[in-house]
């Protein structure tokens, strides 16, 4: 059975329809694409998943259990996590705080501790400081772990909102555009830390991305949308070798 599996899924605004029957499926510590031209569904899936928007018909399911009428926030504690295209950070927070903001989900001690700062609460926040800790050493930010989160340069920015997302320890880390605005140094880096994010912990990965070289060099398999529908699925090679993907997409120099 799939991790994530989306069936016959269905979203219109108005006459509009911006999702259009989709289905697809992503297995459990998998790298999967979600391709195509701008408008063409991609943030809209991820927003679906993450309860921005509702369907008007079909369903999602997460490890076999449907998701359905919940609140954006609760979609991180059923394990599906998502970052944006534009870096959605604490800017004039510390580094690490930004990261510990992840962790606030998995929170135990009550108000009254927190309050009166009982031992419960400090325990707690040793804990949580020393896990944010671990997460930052992953992707080699502990040096900037007191810099304001501004300060940081555009890529390390990216990785610390990557870093923030793991920190709610998601089944699925959705990531939108998270080559966007980056030169082909940091890009190169963004495809080592996507690998090693996948098997330091044991995810799913789902990628909306137009960087092909990105996509093509990580995926194990990519979903192919073009105004709503999706259109091809498959290997990266079948992808690259589909006629109706390149006609829509792609172009001939991939």
């Known amino acids: ?11 219109r605004f108005g006459g509009l329809t911006a999702v259009d029957n989709v289905s697809f499926s992503v297995e459990d510590k998998s790298i999967t694409g979600l391709i195509g031209q701008n408008g063409a569904g991609k943030t809209t899936v991820f927003n679906l998943l993450t309860y921005v928007y509702q369907p008007n018909s079909g369903q999602i399911f997460l490890d076999g259990k449907e998701m359905k009428g919940k609140k954006p926030h609760q979609a991180v504690t059923q394990g599906l996590t998502r970052t944006f295209q534009n870096i959605r950070l604490f800017r004039n927070m510390p580094v690490i705080d930004n990261v510990k903001v992840g962790c606030l989900q998995q929170g135990k001690y009550s108000v009254a501790s927190g309050i009166f700062r009982l031992p419960s609460y400090w325990k707690e926040e040793k804990e949580t400081h020393n896990k944010a800790l671990e997460l930052l050493d992953v992707f080699d930010l502990v040096p900037y772990a007191d810099h304001y989160a501004a300060s940081l340069p555009y890529g390390q920015q990216r990785k610390l909102e990557i870093c923030r997302a793991l920190a709610t320890k998601p089944r699925v880390l959705l990531l939108d555009e998270p080559a966007a605005g980056m030169n082909p140094s940091e890009t190169e880096e963004l495809m080592s830390t996507i690998d090693r994010i996948r098997q330091y912990f ?10 092909m070289k990105l996509v093509m060099g990580i995926c194990e398999k990519i979903v192919v949308l073009n105004y709503g529908c999706v259109i091809a699925e498959g290997t990266p090679e079948e992808i690259k070798n589909n006629e109706e993907v390149i006609n829509a997409y792609l172009g001939y120099e991939v």
């Open 1 to 11: 059975m799939a991790l994530l599996e989306i069936k016959d899924l269905t979203l």
């Open 202 to 211: 044991e995810i799913a990965v789902l990628l909306i991305e137009h960087d």
